[in-house]
C-alpha cells in the first residue's frame, strides 16, 4: 500500500503502511501530516488513520485529532492572510491542490480578500487587453480581409465598429467589474453548486462559491502573462490555442478539491449547465419567434 504524505501543502514523499509507523514514531512524520492513498476522496491527517490508532494512543506529545478544528486547516490562506499566503495558496492549487484542501472552513467571506487580490494582479494585465483590444480587432479584420470572402463582410464592418469604440470604455467597464467581482463570482458559485446537485454531490453552497473564487483567481493569473501576446494576433491566437486546455485542466483541479469531488464530475455539471442554458434559450427564442407571427 502506497501512502502519499504532505505536510502545510509540500510533499514529504510516499511511503508503505510500515515505513509511516516507524517514521511517527522516530518523529519524522507527524500525526497532523495529511496522508492519501488510492481510492480514498480526500487526503486525512494521519492521526484519523485506523492503521496508526497505536501511534496516536501511545502519544503523549501530539494530541488525537478528532475533528477538523483549526489547527487541522490545510490551506495557507485560512491560516492568516496576507500576500505571502495568497501566493502559497495559488502554488499549492496547482501544484498539489488535494493537500492544499484538504482541510479547510471555506467560508465566503473569508474568500473576498483574496479574490479582490487576485483582480489586483490581474488588473494591469486586463487593461493592457482593453488598450489593445481595438488593435487586435483590426488585425483579425485584416485577416479577414485578405481571404476577400463576402461571406466576411459583415464581421469585419462588425471588428472595425468595435476597433474605433476609445478604449477607456473596456478599462472603466473593467474597473467597475472588479469593484463586485466576488459577488458576481458567488453567482458563477451558486450556479455551479446547482449543477453538482442534479449529479447527487453532496457539497455546499459556500464550498461551491470558494471553489469559483479560487479557481477563476488559478485561471485569470495563469492566463495574465499572455495578454501581453495581445499585440500580436496571430501568437495571441496561437497560445490560446495551445494553452487553453491546461488551464482549464488547473481550474478544474482547484476547484474540485476545494468541494472534495473528482475534477471530472465538476467538468461534467459545467457541461450539464450549458446543455441547460442552450435549451432554455433555444426554447425562449422560439416562443419569441412564434409570438412574433
Given at each position: 500500500?502506497?501512502?502519499?504524505?504532505?505536510?502545510?501543502?509540500?510533499?514529504?514523499?510516499?511511503?508503505?503502511?510500515?515505513?509511516?509507523?516507524?517514521?511517527?514514531?522516530?518523529?519524522?512524520?507527524?500525526?497532523?501530516?495529511?496522508?492519501?492513498?488510492?481510492?480514498?476522496?480526500?487526503?486525512?491527517?494521519?492521526?484519523?488513520?485506523?492503521?496508526?490508532?497505536?501511534?496516536?494512543?501511545?502519544?503523549?506529545?501530539?494530541?488525537?485529532?478528532?475533528?477538523?478544528?483549526?489547527g487541522?486547516?490545510?490551506?495557507?490562506?485560512?491560516?492568516a492572510?496576507?500576500?505571502?499566503?495568497?501566493?502559497?495558496?495559488?502554488?499549492?492549487?496547482?501544484?498539489?491542490?488535494?493537500?492544499?484542501?484538504?482541510?479547510?472552513?471555506?467560508?465566503?467571506?473569508?474568500?473576498i480578500?483574496?479574490?479582490?487580490?487576485?483582480?489586483?494582479?490581474?488588473?494591469?494585465?486586463?487593461?493592457?487587453?482593453?488598450?489593445?483590444?481595438?488593435?487586435?480587432?483590426?488585425?483579425?479584420?485584416?485577416?479577414?480581409?485578405?481571404?476577400?470572402?463576402?461571406?466576411?463582410?459583415?464581421?469585419i464592418?462588425?471588428?472595425?465598429?468595435?476597433a474605433e469604440q476609445?478604449a477607456?470604455?473596456?478599462i472603466?467597464?473593467?474597473l467597475?467589474l472588479?469593484?463586485?467581482?466576488?459577488f458576481?463570482?458567488?453567482?458563477?458559485?451558486?450556479?455551479?453548486?446547482?449543477?453538482?446537485?442534479?449529479?447527487r454531490?453532496?457539497?455546499?453552497?459556500?464550498?461551491?462559491?470558494?471553489s469559483?473564487?479560487?479557481?477563476?483567481?488559478?485561471?485569470?493569473?495563469?492566463f495574465a502573462?499572455?495578454?501581453?501576446?495581445m499585440?500580436?494576433?496571430?501568437?495571441y491566437?496561437?497560445?490560446?490555442?495551445?494553452?487553453?486546455?491546461?488551464?482549464?485542466?488547473l481550474?478544474?483541479?482547484?476547484?474540485?478539491?476545494?468541494?472534495?469531488?473528482?475534477?471530472?464530475?465538476?467538468?461534467?455539471?459545467?457541461?450539464?449547465?450549458?446543455?441547460?442554458?442552450?435549451?432554455?434559450?433555444?426554447?425562449?427564442?422560439?416562443?419569441a419567434?412564434?409570438?412574433a407571427?
Amino acid at each position: 500500500m502506497q501512502i502519499h504524505v504532505a505536510r502545510n501543502s509540500t510533499p514529504l514523499g510516499v511511503y508503505t503502511q510500515v515505513e509511516v509507523m516507524d517514521a511517527l514514531k522516530e518523529g519524522r512524520l507527524l500525526l497532523t501530516d495529511l496522508a492519501w492513498r488510492e481510492g480514498m476522496s480526500t487526503w486525512v491527517p494521519l492521526s484519523q488513520w485506523a492503521e496508526f490508532s497505536s501511534v496516536v494512543q501511545t502519544s503523549t506529545s501530539i494530541p488525537f485529532i478528532s475533528g477538523f478544528g483549526v489547527g487541522s486547516v490545510t490551506v495557507p490562506w485560512e491560516k492568516a492572510k496576507s500576500l505571502q499566503t495568497f501566493w502559497a495558496t495559488i502554488k499549492g492549487a496547482i501544484v498539489n491542490p488535494q493537500a492544499t484542501f484538504a482541510v479547510g472552513n471555506f467560508k465566503f467571506s473569508d474568500y473576498i480578500l483574496f479574490s479582490y487580490i487576485g483582480v489586483l494582479f490581474y488588473l494591469p494585465f486586463a487593461i493592457y487587453g482593453q488598450w489593445q483590444g481595438a488593435h487586435l480587432n483590426e488585425q483579425i479584420a485584416g485577416y479577414l480581409r485578405a481571404l476577400n470572402n463576402p461571406a466576411f463582410d459583415s464581421t469585419i464592418h462588425a471588428l472595425m465598429q468595435s476597433a474605433e469604440q476609445p478604449a477607456y470604455y473596456g478599462i472603466v467597464g473593467f474597473l467597475c467589474l472588479a469593484m463586485v467581482y466576488p459577488f458576481i463570482l458567488a453567482v458563477g458559485g451558486f450556479f455551479q453548486w446547482l449543477g453538482l446537485k442534479i449529479l447527487r454531490q453532496k457539497v455546499t453552497i459556500e464550498q461551491s462559491i470558494v471553489s469559483s473564487i479560487v479557481g477563476v483567481a488559478v485561471a485569470n493569473l495563469c492566463f495574465a502573462p499572455f495578454v501581453l501576446l495581445m499585440g500580436v494576433a496571430w501568437l495571441y491566437f496561437l497560445f490560446m490555442a495551445l494553452l487553453w486546455i491546461p488551464i482549464l485542466v488547473l481550474h478544474c483541479r482547484a476547484s474540485a478539491a476545494v468541494m472534495k469531488i473528482s475534477p471530472w464530475t465538476l467538468f461534467f455539471s459545467w457541461l450539464i449547465l450549458g446543455l441547460i442554458f442552450c435549451s432554455c434559450c433555444c426554447c425562449l427564442g422560439a416562443f419569441a419567434a412564434l409570438a412574433a407571427r
